[in-house]
């Protein structure tokens, strides 16, 4: 599960109990989670991207 704030901030939760929290107040912030062969997610500067690396992706 992931949660975007309005101000800028997000959270993302896995279903390991694990949380992933990124305060939107700072734009040298980089995160990013990747799962090679599913997704790769990234945030940077106020900017994020998601890509889908599965089989299936075009």
Known sequence: MAVAFTSGGL????DTG???NVRGDDPGSLVRVWKPGD????????IGAMTHLG????
Do not use: E, M
Request: aromatic share 22%; net charge neutral.
């Open 39 to 46: 997704f790769d997610w990234s945030y940077r500067g106020g």
């Open 18 to 20: 694990h949380h992933l």
């Open 55 to 58: 089989a299936d992706s075009p």
């Open 11 to 14: 959270r993302v939760v896995f």
